[in-house]
């Protein structure tokens, strides 16, 4: 059979078989992601989209570091039931300043997209320090230590904020510059409210057909 | 000239210890969803850092010491001879252990890079890149030394674990480093989603299914004294695999902000990966038939055969899963994690401790310590994994269909909170299943640990055959 006798060939060869394999698995990629990720019309943002502030910034960076998105999504999808119980389903350009995507795989706790707003700084405080005070069947674990360090303990916001201004986030030299200054004081614990205020925030803004 | 096969050993050794420290972990998360306070106030000990320890030590630790173990046992009896540059499969080994140890320590203490299976921070990311070319370096090395002329099927799929995951690694990898334990991706919103999933889908693809076919197609024929039943199936259905794999990723992104011809191809190409991966299985099943009375007596073999089932299974329900109008309901609901450990745990966990009850022996030189232990185990093992897996089917159609559902009015008809509140019982059972599953693997450890203390030492030399001709 030819295209056995064409295998022959392959499988007795180790460097034909590696090009083999490389090639064809890329195809794959080439045709599905690589044209996304070259089109910037994927990566722009809304019109209502303000980057982080570094107060934010700093809770977004918690927020990953407890790896919250284990169990919080943020991805309203468009579908009645969905969108009756977060608001507005999700946009791409909601995303741009989003490094990485914290979309999520599972929802043992409700969805974020639109959360901002939609509590007050204080009930976040008092949940996140003992989430069954204000929910009591809730099952998410408390996060006592939020309270009790400082925002960008480790001195790395200036840092940070340039590492996103190198990919392309608009952030200015006096915005760095003046950022240590803009969370001294600050906890963790604000940082996270703030980060989690700030989300959904560009569809509050971006007037509604 | 001895086959190298004291790295062996380590990789087993390791890989089992892995086992055990995961699975501990994975059975505390579990426990944490029932008893949330049992954290104790420690950040270590959180949810969302432990249950990323639990999956980079069950998939990074667990899973591939075991894959470059058995890849390493393998390719030198497929190729009879030595291993390629034992130094530096040694480096491998070394590099390897270290960067599942001390990641797992970055995890506990926070750093995160926030991307899922790709959590470790970017000096980690180096490491790993580096540790990964050198075991390619070392297994195409080996290969190309060979005294077969034939590469075994065994070796394609080894092969394809060590070119397609390194491509992944790389490419989802890229990120601008801020400082030692930071790095922002180098990708964005929804295109670093469809990264992330291209990559996330195919780790799957090609660690936990593509490599654990590796496994398969060496140790089940040795065990079954039983050649393959269709060499010709079996070349089709891995290019079919090698192939259609990379498509997929987008259905972990259907009804998200991506754009809707990506969900729609991704959710075909899940489709047509049924038939590739259910050949597969028909060649493993028609393999083991034909030496169905070794069945009854050896406990390694009724390990292998239980893990086709859920292979077979697990590889059934993700292409129905990723029907978009299936995937409405399961998706971000325990359905999900059933299916993840129907196949981590029915597949990936059951081959593995096969392989091992039937490798370890032989790397002793003597019998395994108790047969009866190890068929206690697969009781355990089968009676957690259904428990488990039960238990989130439940509680994942639960969730489905509650939370997209409406009253007359047109209103959602159950708060959220009310329906985390019914998946108690649930989360009950799936902890017991996780804790049975943990019982057995403890057991299997100590049946090793026996085993080996027992072993009279053996090298086992490359048979004399002449090397075959036009080799290149
Ligand atoms: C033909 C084969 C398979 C297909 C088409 C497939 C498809 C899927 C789909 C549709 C999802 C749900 C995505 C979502 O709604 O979020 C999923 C999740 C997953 N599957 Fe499979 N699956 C297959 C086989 C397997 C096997 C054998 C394993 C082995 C362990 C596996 C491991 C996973 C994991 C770990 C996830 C969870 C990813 C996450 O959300 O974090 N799958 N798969
Ligand atoms: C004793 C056995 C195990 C128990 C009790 C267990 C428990 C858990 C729990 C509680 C979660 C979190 C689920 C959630 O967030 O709702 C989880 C996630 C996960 N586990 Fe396990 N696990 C076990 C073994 C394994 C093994 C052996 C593997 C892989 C080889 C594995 C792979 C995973 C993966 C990939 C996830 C993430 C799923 C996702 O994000 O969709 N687990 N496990």
Redesign the pocket.
Known sequence: MNFLSLHKRLERHSGLLIFGILVVSSIGGLVQVLPIVLDDAHGAPSAGLAVYSPLELEGRDIYIRESCSTCHTQQVRPLLAEVKRYGPYSRTGEFAYDRPFLWG??RTGPDLARVGGKYSDAWHHLHLLDPRAVVPASIMPAYPWLAQRDADHGRSIAARMRALQMLGHPYTNEDIAAAPVQLEGMTELDAVTAYLQSLGRSMHAEPQP | MKYEDRIVTAFTGCSVLWAVLGMLAGVYVAAELVWPTIDFGLPGLSFGRLRTLHTTLVLFGFGVSGLIATAFYSVQRTSHVRLFAPGLAWFVFYAWQLTIVLGGVSVMAGWNAGK??AELEWPFDLAIAVAWVSFGVVFFGTIARRRMEAIYISNWFYGALIIVVAMLHIVNSLAVPATIGKSYSLFAGSQDAIVQWWY??NA??FL??GGFLGMLYYFLPKQAEQPIWSYRLSIVAFWAFVYTYIW?GP??L?YHSIPEWVQSLGMVM?LI??AP?WATMVNGIMTVSAAAKKLRSDPALKFIVLSLAF?GL??F???M??IKSV?VF???TEW?IG??HS??LG??ALITFGTFYFLVPRLAGTQLYSARMANIHFWLALAGVLLYVLAMWGAGVSQGVLWLSLDELGEVRFSFNDVMAAMKPYYLLRFIGGLLFLAGAVLMAFNLMRTFAGRRTVEIAPPAVPAARGLK
């Open positions: 795989s599972k | 899922e299976y996330g889908h799957v693809g936990l299914t997929a259905h972990h259907h899940s990966l049924l991966s292979y697990a590889t329900e993700g292409p899963l990723a995937n399961s998706h971000f999900t299916h993840v196949g981590a597949w990936n």
